[in-house]
């Protein structure tokens, strides 16, 4: 039984669970409506705060997730074609099958970073190792004194020296070839072979930790509702499926994000898109495209060049592989973290690229026209508000007073999407519920609580039924205020053997609400106490009478003290027997006026038919039992009496009652 102390009344609130903000999609669990704000954002440079283990002390500074590489991959990368101008980090091994060159622009690149004891920046960001296989006999070069950094030193071997020993700009070969030899890459730079060599920490680059916000953003880009129409050349709306070869028109809203959410399909059949506004660092436009995969060929971009290209952002929020065939230059950056990008076509790529693997060429030998990576970096802001079709309700219990916890109640909302628990558990805390009408309802809990009205912040709540919307933050809260109910104690006086009248006693109770009267008496019969400790005892009373120990239901006796507490009923009972009066065993009472062999003396005794046995043999009427309750047949029979007096106990009580 728990313990409730008499004390000034307290608030219990049970807090609310805090989860915390993700920016990967696909949580497990309860999870937020799938309605959200995104952005303003930067998708290629948003910031990301590596954490690897152990978690450093103070926490690393966050950096751009692709920390200023141009092209930035999270696997393998193949080169097959001509050059990047800007620069490249990869996390897998690169091969490359052609000579190519990184860094090729004449402007200074975005910075990357400068690793620990270097002086110049890393151009070529290697995260896996070397793969020579495809390379024959050419050359990858790194322009314009970048370095290069190669995770894994048994690929390659590093050379800052020649055959004759005279220092030259770093190379790397296959393991065990001479700095001359073919395939190699070589830098601009004098770099050690230490340095090409060294891990880079994850304070400055960070792959995995990129990749994976890359994938959730890539996700919640790809639910931002559309807010421009393709046209045609005299105004209409192109239907869907696009004829091949189709004349698109895209007219942007100035100042806002404008998104084109676009099939697969349909851009490969595009043979133009027009735009009939420039796309600039305040009116970006987002291209979403939808499908697993594409496969096919950009279209022509008429009244955009390379100088809107960082406005431009290619979103393939759920494609796996995207391959470009044929068509134009692309004026933009392609997005696409979950995608092996391959890039076959002709043409110039207009911004970062960013994807799984990626392929820059064709797959076989290279042709004769070269294809580009160029220079131009996404550099704008998105941001869309997606339409909620859910809403957020969490339940919260307030206990006022008591001992109770917040959590000893089950809370419950029934309706569309129900949802129950105890308050601050996941399951009843920003729950995503669909819209529709909730009954609100508790149950469990300690008794002696009385509830209040549910009480909803962020909807309309009548008689416990909660509205909810789309959208809406709902809170709901219910408050029990701790109510207790008075304990009761009766005390009782039972009589065995002799003549004594039970009310002969004065029975009385020594504690926080002290007591006394005689059995059956209002006084000591339910009685409204305080919880707490109570001494029992009795007084007056005949001579030769022999008092045993307190018995009590309802509550724990120890010796002579009782422990009451909120809301118990306790009857705390006490024999006393007459001096003598407890021979007779088996089946016999006392003296010679009973039967049985064990036998009492004369005066007083009990006999086995359950009159007294006096001296002289004569009988007469006990005010009591009568019978011994060392017995089996007298324990029983004591406490039917027990029972007797109590129902006459609370006749009385009725009684006196009902006379006020």
């Known amino acids: 039984m728990r313990h409730r102390s008499a004390r000034p009344i307290a608030l219990v609130l049970a807090g609310a669970l805090t989860a915390g903000a993700a920016i990967v999609g696909g949580l497990v669990g309860v999870v937020a409506p799938a309605a959200a704000d995104v952005g303003p954002v930067n998708p290629v440079r948003v910031p990301i705060t590596p954490t690897p283990p152990p978690l450093p002390d103070p926490p690393f500074p966050a950096h751009p997730a692709n920390s200023g590489f141009l092209v930035f991959i999270e696997g393998d990368v193949y080169l097959n074609a001509d050059e990047s101008e800007g620069t490249l980090a990869l996390g897998g091994d690169l091969s490359f099958g052609t000579t190519y060159n990184v860094e090729a622009g004449g402007v200074t690149p975005t910075p990357t970073f400068t690793a620990p004891g270097d002086t110049v920046q890393t151009s070529l960001y290697v995260g896996g190792g070397m793969d020579f296989d495809q390379s024959g006999g050419n050359i990858l070069r790194v322009l314009n004194g970048g370095y290069a950094k190669v995770a894994d030193t048994t690929t390659y071997l590093a050379h800052d020296t020649d055959q004759n020993g005279a220092a030259i700009d770093w190379r790397i070969t296959e393991p065990g070839a001479a700095a001359e030899s073919t395939p190699r890459i070589e830098g601009t730079s004098r770099q050690t072979p230490a340095s090409v060599g ?26 931002c509702p559309n807010t421009v129409v393709l046209t045609d050349d005299q105004g209409a709306p192109l239907a869907s499926p696009f004829a ?27 043979g133009e898109l027009a735009f009939d506004d420039e796309p600039s660092e305040t009116t970006p436009l987002l291209v979403n495209v939808t499908g697993s995969a594409f496969n096919g060929r950009m279209p022509n971009s008429p009244g955009s060049s390379s100088a809107q290209a960082p406005f431009i952002l290619y979103n393939f929020p759920t494609a796996t592989t995207v391959t470009v065939t044929g068509g134009d230059s692309l004026e933009g950056t392609i997005y696409a973290p979950r995608a092996d990008v391959r890039w076959q076509v002709t043409q110039n790529i207009e911004g970062n690229i960013i994807g799984a693997t990626f392929t820059h060429g064709p797959g076989g030998p290279m042709g004769t026209t070269p294809r580009e ?65 909730y009954t609100l309802s508790e149950s469990g809990g300690p008794g002696d609580y009385i509830a209040g009205d549910w009480i909803c912040d962020g909807a309309e709540v009548v008689d416990g039924v909660v ?81 045993r120990g307190w018995v009590c239901t309802g509550a724990t006796v120890v010796g002579d003290t009782v422990t009451v507490d909120w809301g118990d009923d306790v009857s705390c009972s006490i024999i006393n027997s007459a001096d003598g009066g407890t021979g007779g065993g088996g089946d016999g009472g006392g003296g010679d006026g009973g039967g049985g062999d064990g036998g009492g003396t004369g005066g007083g005794g009990t006999g086995g038919d359950g009159t007294d046995t006096t001296s002289g ?14 017995g089996a047949v007298g324990v029983a029979l004591v406490f039917a009496l027990l029972g007797v007096t109590l129902l006459g106990a609370n006749r009385i009580r009725r009684s006196s009652t009902t006379a006020r």
């Not at 880079?200 to 639910?223: K, Q």
């Not at 970096?377 to 997606?386: D, G, K, M, R």
């Not at 304990?487 to 006394?516: E, M």
């Not at 043999?617 to 060392?630: C, E």
């Open 198 to 223: 060294t891990p880079v920490p994850s304070n400055l680059i960070d792959i995995p930790t990129a990749f994976a916000t890359y994938r959730g953003l890539s996700t919640d880009l790809g639910t």
């Open 244 to 270: 091949t070869g189709a004349r698109g028109h895209l007219s942007l809203v100035p100042g806002q994000t404008n998104v084109l959410n676009i099939t697969a399909d349909d851009l490969s059949a595009l």
């Open 373 to 437: 990576v160029h220079d131009f970096p996404f550099n704008a802001e998105l941001s869309c508000s997606t339409p909620a079709t859910q809403a957020e309700l969490t339940l919260v219990k307030v206990v006022e007073g008591g001992d109770a916890d917040a959590g000893d109640w089950e809370l419950s909302a029934a309706g569309p999407t129900p949802i129950t628990g105890a308050s601050g558990e996941e399951a009843v805390t920003d729950a995503a519920v669909d819209p529709g009408d």
């Open 467 to 547: 509205s909810i919307e789309a959208g809406d933050d709902v809170t709901c809260t219910i408050v029990n205020t701790f109510d207790p109910v008075d304990p009761k104690l009766t005390l009782i006086k039972i009589v065995s053997g002799g003549t004594a009248s039970p009310t002969d006693w004065v029975l009385s109770a020594a504690g926080p609400t002290p007591i006394t009267g005689a059995t059956g008496s209002t006084a000591v019969t339910s009685a409204e106490v305080l919880p707490g400790d109570y001494v029992l005892s009795e007084s007056d009373g005949p001579d030769g009478y022999e008092a």
């Open 617 to 630: 043999g004569g009988t007469s009427t006990l005010p009591s039992t009568g019978v011994d309750p060392r």
